[in-house]
C-alpha cells in the first residue's frame, strides 16, 4: 500500500495550492479518502474526507468555503485557497472504511503560509 502525497510548499496568505495524493496497493474506490493536518504543538485535525463514490464530502469548519476535496481513479486532491497562516501544518493523505479511522496513511507534504 503506497499513498504520496505532493504539492506541498510555501505560499503568501491569500494564495493558492493543490495537495495531489497518489493511491496504489488497495481497492481505492472501496475506501474513503481523507486529508489530516497536523500543526506543532496541536492535535491532528480531519481537513476533509470524500465519500468512495465520490458524491459526498465533508469539510472542518475551518476550512469551509476555501477548501475543496476531489478524487479521480487513484487519485485525491485537496484544492486550497485563500491560505491563512493558520493553516501551516504537514498534510497527509489517509484511506479507511471509515474516515474518523483511516487504515493508511501517507507521508506528509509541508504547507507553510507566511509572508
Known amino acids: 500500500v503506497q499513498l504520496v502525497e505532493s504539492g506541498g510548499g510555501l505560499v503568501q496568505p491569500g494564495g493558492s495550492l493543490r495537495l495531489s495524493c497518489a493511491a496504489s496497493?488497495?481497492?481505492?474506490?472501496?475506501?474513503?479518502m481523507s486529508w489530516y493536518r497536523q500543526a506543532p504543538e496541536k492535535e491532528r485535525e480531519l481537513v476533509a474526507y470524500?465519500?468512495?463514490?465520490?458524491?459526498s464530502t465533508n469539510y472542518a469548519d475551518s476550512v469551509k468555503g476555501r477548501f475543496t476535496i476531489s478524487r479521480d481513479n487513484a487519485t485525491v486532491y485537496l484544492h486550497m485557497n485563500s491560505l491563512k497562516p493558520e493553516d501551516t501544518a504537514l498534510y497527509h493523505c489517509?484511506?479507511?472504511?471509515?474516515?474518523?479511522?483511516?487504515?493508511?496513511w501517507g507521508q506528509g507534504t509541508q504547507v507553510t503560509v507566511s509572508s
Open positions: 489517509s484511506a479507511g472504511a471509515n474516515p474518523y479511522n483511516p487504515n493508511y
Open positions: 496497493g488497495f481497492a481505492f474506490r472501496w475506501y474513503y
Open positions: 470524500i465519500s468512495k463514490s465520490g458524491d
